[in-house]
């Protein structure tokens, strides 16, 4: 922990590459198929579909390998909250999965496509596109987090199902139902920019044409947020900044 994050992963990962990749490999059966697949996901919307079609697979064989992936416990699939919303399951969205490690989702994202410069020591490739991609891979970590962090709040015990909604026009980063009746709707923000009010005007309208009636709303930020949102702080609007993330440790 005393490390930066770059110097943490040229220690223990670019410069551990030969021993890493072992064990990859065993956890992946060292089948080209399931890395082209894990690196479809690794770097894309973890949508099904998009993955196939970035491995340039049929859906049938995509299929069939995700259920292999699963039953390595590599992925595990995630399934839309479509049924907070009053319109019901109007019609079906492709799932999509998360990666059981994070570090795996790093391996495929980063190491995996370029990994002969990084076998002969050879890092540049890889900090150009790390660097790149940084915040945008980030993203998901923090909303996962952002997941963890809200249980705490309202008390793990208390969640009766948490997730996210997506369809073909909208997504919504966090949704929470807990036992004594509530629900609660979310949004998370790794960005370097303060998150405004009309960040939270989105989120409702989102939720107001889904149909979904939220009794909390809670907002997730990397850099904090603006005078006027703040004023807007009370019992049906919670802001947490990364300084409470320490909870978590």
């Not at 890493?20 to 973890?46: C, H, K, M, P, Q």
């Not at 319109?87 to 999965?97: A, F, H, M, P």
């Not at 009309?198 to 990397?222: A, G, H, Q």
């Amino acid at each position: 922990m005393s490390l930066s994050l770059d110097e943490a992963i040229e220690k223990y990962i670019l410069n551990k590459y030969r021993y890493l990749r072992n064990d990859v490999n065993e956890l992946t059966r060292g089948e080209l198929l399931y890395s082209t697949i894990l690196t479809g996901l690794a770097i894309g919307d973890r949508r099904t579909n998009s993955a196939f079609k970035k491995a340039k697979v049929s859906f049938d064989e995509g299929i069939e390998k995700i259920d292999e992936l699963c039953g390595l416990n590599a992925l595990k699939l995630e399934k839309s909250l479509q049924k907070f919303s009053a319109l019901g399951d109007q019609y079906t969205v492709s799932e999509k999965l998360l990666f059981t490690t994070p570090f795996v989702r790093f391996w495929f994202a980063f190491i995996s496509p370029i990994f002969k410069g990084i076998k002969d020591g050879n890092y540049e490739e890889f900090n150009k596109k790390y660097g790149n991609r940084k915040t945008e891979f980030t993203n998901l970590v923090f909303e996962q987090l952002s997941h963890e962090l809200i249980k705490l709040s309202v008390g793990d015990n208390n969640v009766k199902q948490i997730g996210r909604y997506w369809d073909d026009d909208l997504d919504i980063d966090l949704l929470v139902s807990t036992k004594d009746g509530k629900k609660i709707a979310g949004v998370c923000k790794y960005t370097n920019s303060k998150i405004k009010k009309s960040e939270l005007n989105l989120l409702k309208e989102k939720c107001k044409k889904v149909k979904i009636d939220i009794d909390m709303f809670v907002m997730f930020s990397k850099k904090g947020y603006t005078t006027e949102l703040k004023s807007l702080k009370g019992d049906n609007l919670k802001l947490f900044t990364v300084k409470s993330f320490s909870q978590l440790i």
